[in-house]
């Protein structure tokens, strides 16, 4: 089955780190740009971060630079987000897709971040 | 606030057109494609659209797209109860280099 399956959700204190993971299964994961979008509580959708096939370009939202680190391992077709510093305004479901922008897209179900003391 | 300006809801009844404006600027809309997405409460989003005016397979062609400028649109033919939900527009911007959405538009089937 072609799926994204995010993981590493949960609670953690402000300032402290996560390790979200997005595995691929059913497809070439090698061939696709993968990105990290997040959507707070009741709200819209926000672009996080994306990276492109062998990872060497990633692009950051500016609110997120030198916090987070994108990263993906094609041998385990596997994406990443390593998330540092975190704070309220992190809390979100964060969701990982291939191919954002084009036929072929496809998202993950989503996996819970919440950020809170 | 969002990059990328949508109204925040649109009603129509069963059976009617319902279209969805989308408004950027030059570094985003003017420069790149636009893909709209639908999202039902508590579910991952879905592209209904691609480069502008696409359609996915397995979208009904009831699902339309259009840009002119720095403006893009999503038209929704033959309204069914089942297209409650809300539509968010998305694309890159150059100026930025990161991608930007819509604030999103809650669809209403009266």
């Known amino acids: 089955e072609v799926q994204l399956v995010e993981s590493g959700g949960g609670l953690v204190q402000p300032g402290g780190s996560l390790r979200l993971s997005c595995a691929a299964s059913g497809f070439t994961f090698t061939i696709y740009w993968v990105t990290w979008v997040r959507q707070a509580p009741g709200k819209g959708l926000e672009w996080v971060a994306n990276?492109?096939?062998?990872?060497?370009?990633?692009y950051y939202v500016d609110s997120v630079k030198g916090r987070f680190t994108i990263s993906r391992d094609n041998a385990k077709n596997s994406l990443y987000l390593q998330m540092n510093s975190l704070r309220a305004e992190d809390t979100a479901v964060y969701y990982c897709a291939r191919a954002l922008y084009t036929d072929g897209g496809l998202w993950g179900q989503g996996t819970l971040v919440t950020v809170s003391s | 606030q969002a990059v990328l300006t949508q109204p925040p809801s649109v009603s129509a009844a069963p059976g009617q057109k319902v279209t969805i404006s989308c408004s950027g600027s030059s570094p985003n809309i003017g420069n790149n494609y636009v893909s709209w997405y639908q999202q039902f409460p508590g579910t991952a989003p879905k592209l209904l659209i691609y480069d502008n005016n696409k359609r996915p397979s397995g979208i009904p062609d009831r699902f339309s797209g259009s840009k002119s400028g720095t403006s893009a649109t999503l038209g929704i033919t033959g309204l069914q109860t089942g297209d409650e939900a809300d539509y968010y527009c998305?694309?890159?911007?150059?100026?930025?280099?990161?991608?930007?959405f819509g604030g999103g538009t809650k669809l209403t089937v009266l």
């Open positions: 998305g694309t890159w911007d150059d100026s930025l280099s990161a991608g930007v």
């Open positions: 990276i492109n096939q062998d990872g060497s370009e990633k």
